[in-house]
Structures are given as C-alpha cells and as structure tokens.
C-alpha cells in the first residue's frame, strides 16, 4: 500500500513534495583583498537555474570583511577557510526537488555603480546536500574608483585658477579596504593616472600620487576655454586590478 500511495502522491502533486531543503553559503571576496560585506554595501547573490534563467534566491552579503591577517598574511593550506565567523555571506534556502545546475552571480560592490563587477561560476546543486562553512566564494577584481575634483559640471574660471585644475579621486579595494602610502594595499605601488580631454580629444595625462589614505592627487592645466572631460584610471600591475571614474567640467 505505501508504494502505491507515495506513487499516486508523485502523480498528483508533483516532485514539489519530495523537495528537501538545501542550504548554501555564497561569499564573494574582492581580487587581493578581504570580503564584499555590508560596510561598503554587500555584494547582490543570484541563483538562477542554468537552463532557463529561472531565478531561484537572491539577496545581498552581510557581515564584516573578514581577518586580515588570515586572509592577506597567513599562507593558505588546503582544506582550512579563510572565512571566519562573521565574514561577509548570503545564505541561500532552496527546496530541491532532484538535482539542479545553477548559476551564481555575484554583482559587486552592489552600491557602487561605476565600479560593480559581475562574478559567476555553474555546479550541480544536490538536494540536502548543504554547502555551508565557507561555502562558495566568488572573486571580485578591480577598484572603486571616484572622482571627487573638478565636480560634475563644474565651472573653473582659468584666470581665477592661475590655469591649474585640481584633481582629486578616492580609490579603495573593492571590499573599502583602505589603500595608503606604504600600507598593505601601497598606492605607491598603483598606477592612477588621470587623462585630460576636449572635444573627444586626448590633450593630456597626469599623474596622480597617493597623498592620503584613498586619496590621489595632482593638477591638469587647461590652455583654453571650453567643455572638458577627466578619464582617471587605477591600475595595479602586480595584480591586474583596475577601475575607472570619468567627470565633465566647463573651463571659463
């Protein structure tokens, strides 16, 4: 008699019955840095089913960046995370009801715009089978990179400035991570250069130096009046990081 029921309970309601529960932990961690959590905004997590786009769970990372020391310093051995409690995660609930293979995206940093960077990865997900402690971690490359001077739109009389724009930009890891002179992330290290243009045309590159913590600096000198563009770009040669900002200012 059991058989027969579960049998009949199959055809009438479907594989959803048999759903079990599968708990998954998806981190995603910035390109030579720590985790993607909720100071700099979290990092958006999708699961979406591979073969029809389904979305199955979504949500942001929350929690803290993680140990630095563990995760910059101490050499990694296999088998022994790198997340520790409180590390930055989305958890993930799915009712499974046989075997799915999913995509997993990870957009990050969510809530910073101009420097979000979409990670994926594909795998089977098994019903019951969790995959928790660190779980999946996707990686981030790149700088947040933000033009703080001249402003948008902007107006710089050249007579009151003596010629001289000022340039200031924020670059920071993709998890906030601090970048300073000599420090662990060494700006002194990154190329950040910032490309004056004019009517689509490159007229000059200037270089911009890491005066501040996240903070570069240095000066465009404009010859004539008109509508301008500033292209900054943040490169890192040991690693291939990169990140871009770009403003639009009117020289009187």
């Known amino acids: 008699m059991g058989k027969y029921f579960w049998l009949l309970a199959a055809l009438l309601f479907g594989t959803a019955s048999f759903s079990q529960p599968t708990q998954i932990y998806v981190r995603a961690k910035a390109k030579d840095a720590k985790f993607i959590g909720s100071s700099i905004g979290g990092a958006l997590i999708v699961f979406r089913k591979a073969d029809t786009g389904e979305i199955l769970a979504q949500g942001l990372t929350e929690g803290g960046t993680g140990n630095t020391n563990l995760i910059m310093s101490t050499p990694h051995e296999r088998y022994k995370p790198i997340a520790t409690d409180g590390a930055a995660k989305f958890e993930a609930l799915l009712n499974l009801p046989e075997p799915t293979f999913v995509t997993i995206e990870a957009h990050a940093p969510f809530t910073r715009k101009q420097a979000t960077a979409i990670a994926t990865t594909q795998l089977w997900l098994i019903p019951g089978k969790h995959i928790l402690g660190e779980g999946i971690v996707l990686e981030i490359p790149g700088f947040i990179v933000d033009v703080l001077a001249p402003r948008t739109h902007q107006a710089v009389s050249l007579k009151n400035s003596g010629g001289k724009v000022a340039i200031e930009v924020n670059v920071v890891m993709m998890c906030g991570c601090t970048v300073s002179p000599g420090g662990l992330w060494d700006g002194e290290g990154f190329d950040v250069k910032a490309w004056l243009k004019k009517d689509g045309k490159r007229l000059a590159e ?13 000066e465009a000198r404009p010859t004539e009046a008109g509508n301008y563009e500033i292209i900054v770009y943040a490169f890192d040669p040991k690693t291939g990081n990169s990140g871009v900002d770009k403003v639009n200012f009117v020289v009187e």
Do not use: C, R
Not at 209 to 217: G, I, L, S, V
């Open 206 to 218: 200037v270089k911009l130096n890491n005066t501040a913590n996240n903070t570069f600096t240095g």
